[in-house]
Structure formats: C-alpha cells, structure tokens
C-alpha cells in the first residue's frame, strides 16, 4: 500500500482542520501542517492540541503566510521538503490542500486512485487562456514589484497596508525583465514522488528564478506549473485534473470566489470524481459537510 502525505496550510478554523484530519486518518496516511503565524493562537486551541497527540501528524514551526505574496509558494515548498526528506518512512504521494478542503470520498477510494499507476494531478489554465493571460494577467502580476507579502513586526495592520499600497504604487514606474514561456492553474494538487523529486531539485539548481517570483502576486498559481509544463508527459502529470472541486463560475450569487460551497453544490461534488472540494466553511458549509460525513459514515460501516 503506496503511503500519502497531506499537506495543509491553516490560517482558521482549528476544530474543522481536525475533521479534516479524523477523516483522512489512516495507516498509511501523514500529515505535515503549517499553522499560518498570523494566527498563533490556534495552536493553543483544544483541538490543534489533540491532532499534536498523534504520531502521524506532524506541525511545522509556524510561518507567516500572506495571500497572494510569495510566502505561499515559499510555504508550500518548505512542506514538500520535509516530507520529502521525513526519515522515518518513504512517502509515495504528497497531496497540497488546505484548512478548508474537505474530503469527498473514503480514505479506501482515495488510496485506490493511486495504487495502480505513479500519476500525478494538478490543473493548468487552457492553452487559450494561457496565451490571453500572457498578454494582460501575467504582467500585473509577475512584471512588476508587489509588495502584497511584505510585513514588518510591530507595525500595525492599517500602517502596513497603506505602506504597501504605497510602494505598490511606486513600484509601477519600473517594469522587471519579463517572463516567457510561463503557465499557470490552480494551486492544489496531488503529487508523485517523482514529481516532488524533480521540483525540489529544480529549484534548488535554479536559485535565479525562485528570487525572480520573489515580490511577484498570487505566483502560487504560476511557479510550479512553469516548472513542471514541458515535463507533464514525462513525469506522467494529468494536467487539466486536480481532482478538486472549486467553482469559479458560480451559478448563483456570491460576494467572494471563490464560491464557498454548500449543500446546493451537494450533488454536483459527488458525480465530479473528486477528492476535495473546497472552500468549505465550518458555518456556511455546515449542511453539505453533514452530507459529506454522512456518505464517508455510510462507506466505512460497509467496510
């Protein structure tokens, strides 16, 4: 039986973080979280303290994680590394999710996705939208100096905002040598081993590009993608299937995207063949995560 590794980034929300791990536990399942700094206190909370109880699961020392500054990739990598390199077992696959994605099948069903065949998932934009994007999102975000991941202890919030808003401002005057082949998609994924390999080892040989997404914006969707494009074939990466569910076209209204889903989504989740959805929140969400942990109840009483 292959072994996964689950990879979480957490900024709230502590006792749905541990149904989230409740739910994928199990033998051949670790877990290596990052606590978002901004948040100390959730690691004091009664059920971070209970998930630090198991010996699968295993808390970084916690990082400041801005959304949209580069702190997310520099996150996400500093995850794989110490999975990739966790001594005391081999780990097969590596799964990026987040406090709010919530499991959608059995831990049985998503180890049978993996067993038979080393294949990896992540989603890139169309080719169509790609060339669209190189043209006008791409240069907003990776040709100019951002600042959206800066801080400064002690500074407070509404100081630091309008410092950034300021030097944002500033920074459009000096445009940054541009990028050329790049893609982009959705930033959750489920990895091979062989994947991870190659990504760590890119990275560490190719020190000039990381500085180059350095004060870039929301490059978590375009950093890993242009690494691993020309390479999908070869380390055997579906492209265009996460298996997430995540609606960036929401059929009805909503004030943020994207959609936080709900129990109107239900039915769509469960014929998508997906592994997560997301988002989910622990009040908004509370009848389609009922739905949820009904069906995976369902399923391991069967089992």
């Not at 989230?20 to 059920?47: E, G, P, Y």
């Not at 303290?49 to 916690?62: A, G, S, Y």
């Not at 590009?209 to 950093?223: A, G, K, N, P, Q």
């Amino acid at each position: 039986m292959k072994t996964h590794a689950f990879l979480i980034t957490a900024h709230d929300f502590p006792e749905q973080l541990k149904d989230i791990v409740s739910l994928l536990d199990s033998s051949n399942h670790l877990f290596f979280i990052n606590i978002d700094r901004k948040n100390k206190k959730m690691l004091s909370t009664d059920a971070i303290l209970r998930l630090k109880t198991k010996e699968n699961v295993i808390f970084l020392p916690p990082m400041r994680v801005n959304h949209g500054g580069f702190s997310q990739v520099a996150c996400t990598l500093r995850l794989l590394e110490e999975a990739y390199n966790w001594k005391r077992i081999k780990i097969d696959y590596f799964h990026l999710i987040s406090g709010q994605d919530y499991p959608c099948i059995s831990n049985s069903d998503i180890d049978a996705i993996f067993e038979s065949e080393n294949k990896s998932y992540m989603y890139y934009d169309p080719p169509e939208k790609i060339i669209e994007f190189r043209k006008q999102k791409f240069p907003k975000r990776i040709d100019y100096f951002n600042f959206f991941g800066l801080y400064i202890p002690f500074l407070p919030n509404i100081l630091l905002k309008q410092l950034i808003r300021f030097l944002n401002r500033i920074a459009k005057i000096y445009k940054r040598r541009p990028l050329t082949d790049i893609y982009s998609g959705l930033n959750w994924f489920s990895w091979h081993r062989s994947v991870v390999e190659y990504v760590l080892k890119y990275v560490n040989d190719n020190l000039k590009y990381v500085r180059r997404f350095r004060l870039s914006h929301c490059s978590d969707e375009i950093f890993f993608h242009t690494i691993l494009f020309h390479q999908a074939d070869l380390l055997n990466i579906e492209k265009y299937n996460s298996l997430r569910f995540v609606e960036w076209r929401p059929k009805r209204k909503t004030e943020t995207l994207p959609l936080v889903l709900d129990e109107r989504e239900y039915v769509e989740i469960i014929n998508s063949g997906v592994i997560f959805c997301r988002k989910v929140h622990p009040v908004h969400s509370a009848k389609l995560i009922a739905l949820l942990k009904r069906d995976l109840k369902m399923v391991r009483q069967e089992n």
